[in-house]
């Protein structure tokens, strides 16, 4: 298998919504297409990927430096010495030729989306949902029957905030969420308290709503909100401060009983295992957010998980940032904690097909080949144009 | 003052060098042009800067992202309170709007350019170097009698490695240099030390020589070096390890007496404060060297300065990874330990204008008005074609 062509283009997300932190009204999303030289049913296989939400469009760093340096390869090492498949490790290496060490950021993004595409051509031309692929190669059980989900959203928005955030909490139960997470930090204290609770009392228990804040806490604000929020027995608080202030995560975790989450902006194996080692998390109860969509991919997140396992933490505890086809099929393949969604925003990327029923609260993965893209309304027409 | 326009190009670095981890031959460099409305004698005053050396061009990003939100800025937001001159902390600060904590990477380096065009734009209106402004700026007496500034070179090239350092040394002493650096980690100890001693041998001493590993040594390389190099009483041992594996880094400041020097390839205050938080560096004799024209700028890069002194470290321990031009009046007008160059490689970035002279081991910065861009040949024709 040898990739012939590498396209990318970059897609608007549709939606005016807004953490503590992000106007997300112009972020736009790399899609990215590995065309290999192998035929299934007389068309070529191509993978696709996207390089998740949140961190921008990366096709400065794909046109410029990455692509260019994957199609300058020798086919050959970038194939498994057995069997002449992509190795997307190798393709990763040979993406990332000539970058220096450190600066885990944007190239991160960048190298996601075409990783990631080599995982959905292998997955495609081995005729398999991208999450059977994925168990094979690292040696998991695949939860093929559904993982754990929850519905990712109480972003503010203009407007009477409580009343509808109510709506927007019923609306997650009726289709079958069992617990939901909302934004913090948006508002003074008192008014989120307000909206929590409207939350929790919608949800039945603060055991199934999540807070996030998004880095946006200093010291004083981070650690008023844990004293407050501690008392509801909250499903997890997440990202109260700057993701990279290990010393303060460290101080956090001593004063906040419940279980808090972070790591969706950490990009590297390197930047996790500091978290890990200086962070002061808790096996017993933290969670790590890591996405592969924005962390290099697929090889790189792996060794995230193995970092956590070797350090005492269940995979179970990990629970990727970014809840779309991508990562159902790694949470499913890898067998971890379980996947975020976010209903009706961050089209056309977020969210899942409708063969991905929600029942339980599990989402169950379709059988489409690979990542399944391309049977997600929106995204089809843009994945259409791209392999056009 | 009004930011009118913005302008990027990338140039291409010429020399094919490579350390221990990158070949630079591909590499490129934004070139970023900030067009005020301010004229001085008829024409209009025009910041330009770039975005150091080694990380790449970042034109994805800044055409993207950055330029765009600048742009669109209300001018008033860009001005100092008092005055109305650009405020390069508020450009900044709009260039990274809607951008999420962490990840410092590519963005950093192409804040850079961005931010320290408005410094040149300052000092050019005020008709005078750019140390000056910065010193004026953050409170600090100017060096402008000249600075510390050793040769970095030494790096790998095809041939007889010993007879060619030894010449390239002596290059460096005649051209009026007290101190070199070169590379390590490309061949194995021993023949790495071959090398070592004789550069050690031409300079005059251990202590006029650093070695410097770009990053590439796992444990087990970086102890065994620590051990070998040690009785050469080296000037410093550099960037042993990963950047980010602070853990290590602490170990081997444990396990090495001399001095050690990392950090240019951290980007952000939060990304030191690990550093220095958990990295074992001692006050008394390590170095750090990280580069605003990579971590946002000078706004940012003060930062880091400040962050040092807090945890007991001089300002002379900053000696900033990037010798040129834009490091050289930083390095004067903060007051701090000294600069890098690199005498006929990274073209036509690298090195300082014919009107800088090395003497004593001191580099002198020119009078041109901003950081003197215009003055350096090859790269003169550049900002020619930039500001056309």
Chains 1, 2 share one sequence.
């Not at 929850?150 to 203009?158: Q, S, T």
């Not at 109860?285 to 991919?297: C, E, H, K, P, T």
Request: proline share 5%.
């Amino acid at each position: 298998m040898r990739i012939v062509e590498i396209r990318e283009i970059d897609v608007p997300l549709s939606g005016a919504i807004s953490n503590a932190v992000v106007d997300f009204s112009h972020h736009r999303v790399s899609l990215v297409a590995v065309v290999t030289d192998v035929r299934r049913a007389g068309v070529p296989v191509v993978g696709v990927a996207f390089n998740s939400i949140g961190r921008h469009a990366q096709g400065g760093i794909l046109r410029e430096r990455m692509i260019p340096r994957v199609l300058a390869a020798d086919p050959a090492t970038l194939q498994a010495p057995e069997g002449g498949l992509l190795d997307p490790a190798r393709v990763l290496a040979c993406a990332m030729r000539d970058e220096k060490p450190g600066g885990h950021g944007d190239r991160a993004a960048a190298a996601s989306a075409l990783e990631l595409a080599c995982w959905d051509a292998l997955a495609k031309h081995a005729d398999e949902p991208a999450y059977a692929t994925i168990a094979r190669h690292f040696g998991t059980v695949a939860a093929a029957a559904g993982v754990p989900v929850y519905a990712a959203g109480g972003y503010y928005r203009d407007g009477d905030e409580v009343t509808a955030l109510r709506a927007e909490v019923r609306e997650y139960r009726d289709a079958g969420y069992e617990a939901v997470k909302i934004k913090i930090g948006g508002l003074p204290l008192e008014r989120d308290l307000r909206r929590l609770e409207a939350a929790i009392d919608v949800a039945g228990g603060g055991s199934r709503v999540a807070v996030d804040a998004n880095g946006a806490f200093d010291r004083d604000r981070a650690l008023t909100y844990a004293q407050a929020l501690e008392p509801y027995g909250l499903r997890w608080y997440e990202e109260a401060v700057d993701p990279l202030d290990f010393a303060l995560t460290a101080e956090l975790a001593e004063a906040y009983g419940g279980p808090i989450a972070t790591g969706e902006n950490l990009f590297s194996v390197q930047d996790v295992t500091n978290l890990l080692r200086f962070g002061g998390l808790r096996p017993d109860r933290d969670l790590l957010q890591m996405d592969a969509g924005l962390s290099y991919g697929l090889t790189e997140y792996a060794g995230m998980i193995a970092e956590m396992e070797r350090r005492g933490f269940a995979r179970a505890a990990a629970l990727p940032h970014g809840g779309h086809m991508l990562n159902l099929h790694i949470v499913a393949g890898l067998g971890l904690g379980g996947c975020e969604a976010y209903p009706g925003v961050f089209q056309p990327f977020g969210g899942y097909t409708d063969a991905c029923r929600v029942e339980g609260g599990l989402i169950v993965p379709s059988d489409e080949p690979g990542f399944g893209l391309e049977a997600k309304g929106g995204l089809d027409q843009h994945i259409a144009r791209l392999v056009a």
